[in-house]
């Protein structure tokens, strides 16, 4: 039996010759307008502060709890913003 192929060789050969399927990336990256990178700022700094709240030390732990959800609440309405104003001003426009 000389180079007899298995069942499993066979199917991977059999992909190994076929074509594959194109994969087709559409960037959509522009250059974010200053609404944007202003949010972008706002989001990230909330993030920062989170960071700050959870590596510092509080004398209770129910102020650290309070500061930590401060800052959470502050990121998601900065997320909240941010993303209505892309949906907003950077979405696709339908066509009618």
Request: proline share 5%; hydrophobic share 30%.
């Amino acid at each position: 039996m000389p180079n007899e192929e298995t069942p499993l060789e066979k199917t991977a050969a059999e992909y190994l010759r076929k074509p594959s399927r194109s994969v087709v990336v559409v960037e959509t990256f522009s250059v974010p307008c200053s609404e944007c990178e202003r949010l972008e700022h706002v989001c990230r700094d909330a993030v920062k502060k989170i960071n700050l709240v959870v590596a510092n030390r509080f004398s209770e732990i129910s102020e650290k709890l309070r500061e930590l959800r401060e800052w959470q609440d502050a990121r998601d309405r900065a997320h909240e913003v941010f993303y209505q104003h892309k949906k907003r001003r950077h979405s696709p426009k339908k066509a009618a």
